[in-house]
């Protein structure tokens, strides 16, 4: 697995949750710029290898944390959408494609009351 260190530390022997399925697994080793090191921090690109975790219980997108502070998930947020320029009209219905960090998931927008624009 690889990814970037978005807060906090990773080391060895560390024992980690998987968001969103919740999968518990411990850290085999940690690789920064192709070499072995101990303890990688916030902002470390990092490749690491894991125990009691399989490559089909990953996915693109999922979050390693401390089992004691997981992640919070969600399947529907609302968000405000500021459109700098598009060629045709935006309505309920539309679909895009919405890009968050590793993430990329087909949206559609919908009318929430007093007719606010949502993204589902």
Do not use: W
Not at 32 to 38: C, F, T
Not at 44 to 62: H, M
Not at 68 to 96: C, D, N, Y
């Amino acid at each position: 697995m690889s990814g970037k260190i978005e807060a906090g530390y990773i080391k060895n022997g560390q024992k980690l949750l998987i968001m969103p399925n919740m999968h518990r697994c411990e850290v085999a080793s940690v690789s920064v710029d192709e070499d072995d090191v101990p303890v990688a921090k916030c902002g470390d690109n990092v490749r690491l290898r894991l125990k009691n975790c399989e490559e089909e219980d990953l996915s693109i997108g999922f979050v390693l944390c401390h089992p004691k502070a997981p992640v919070k998930t969600a399947r529907v947020f609302e968000a405000q959408l500021v459109i700098v320029e598009h060629k045709s009209i935006i309505t309920a219905g539309f679909r895009a494609v919405l890009h968050v960090h590793t993430a990329v998931e087909e949206v559609a927008l919908s009318v929430r009351k007093k007719k606010k624009l949502s993204i589902h």
